[in-house]
């Protein structure tokens, strides 16, 4: 029987970021992302890895490097950045919600000014969306009417709505209370299922193990060691990832 072969969406080519000259938030990053992969980026704080997450889109730029997405070079001056940014996705910590409209508008604008789609095309797919992740009663509330993990799931569809090929979330439930985090991992754990690439910077090591294709461990701005979950939780191989896995274990 023969393995279907994923084609290769994002590919990372020595990718280099540096602050004032002397700090390197990242120092020579490599890495392929394949078409329908979920890949976890862990490692600690101050490691690079929501910096990596950045660069990606061009949300900051890269001092060095390459990054080709869909077969574009990023960092050809040349490209139109912010035609490939409507193909990324992008879930922070926090919510970036726009507080004087209703959640059917802040998912709504960005396609119908964007992407010149139609009033009702556009609020069509919101809807669908928002009863996908249960939230269709609040299409007509405000941000500061909802909890911090409604918010959070409103920002995922919010992005989805513009039909993305890559979903990049950085640390989405860090800013949660614990009891709301489940509800945001169980729409990313749905997302997965249905094909979707994504890139997740995590420090929910239980949701890295169970839903990553790939898992990248990052240390002092470079990548110590990737692997399936498998291989990197159940036998790690340098000292850095063991020692930092082990603080997990122990809690």
Do not use: W
């Amino acid at each position: 029987m023969s393995v279907e072969k994923k084609e290769t969406l994002i590919q990372v080519q020595n990718l280099t970021k540096t602050f004032g000259g002397s700090v390197h938030a990242l120092n020579g990053v490599s890495t392929d992302i394949k078409k329908g992969e979920v890949v976890c980026v862990i490692g600690p704080s101050g490691s690079g890895k929501s910096t990596f997450l950045r660069c990606l889109n061009r949300l900051e730029d890269p001092t060095d490097g390459r990054i080709i997405f869909a077969g574009e070079d990023l960092m050809d001056p040349k490209t139109d950045i912010d035609m490939h940014r409507q193909k990324m996705g992008m879930v922070f910590q926090h919510f970036n919600l726009f507080p004087h409209m209703s959640i059917l508008k802040n998912m709504t604008i960005a396609p119908m000014k964007l992407q010149k789609r139609g009033k009702d095309e556009a609020e069509g797919q919101a809807m669908k969306l928002l009863e996908r992740v249960g939230l269709a009663d609040r299409a007509n509330a405000y941000p500061s009417q909802l909890s911090g993990g409604q918010k959070q799931r409103i920002a995922i569809v919010r992005a989805l709505c513009m039909n993305p090929e890559v979903m990049l979330f950085d640390e989405p439930t860090s800013a949660l209370d614990p009891e709301m985090v489940g509800e945001v991992l169980s729409v990313m754990k749905k997302l997965a299922n249905d094909g979707m690439t994504m890139l997740v910077v995590t420090h929910e090591m239980a949701f890295a193990h169970d839903i990553s294709s790939k898992v990248v461990f990052m240390n002092k701005g470079v990548i110590c060691e990737e692997g399936s979950p498998y291989e990197l939780f159940g036998n790690p191989k340098k000292q850095e990832t063991k020692d930092f896995l082990a603080r997990f274990i122990e809690r």
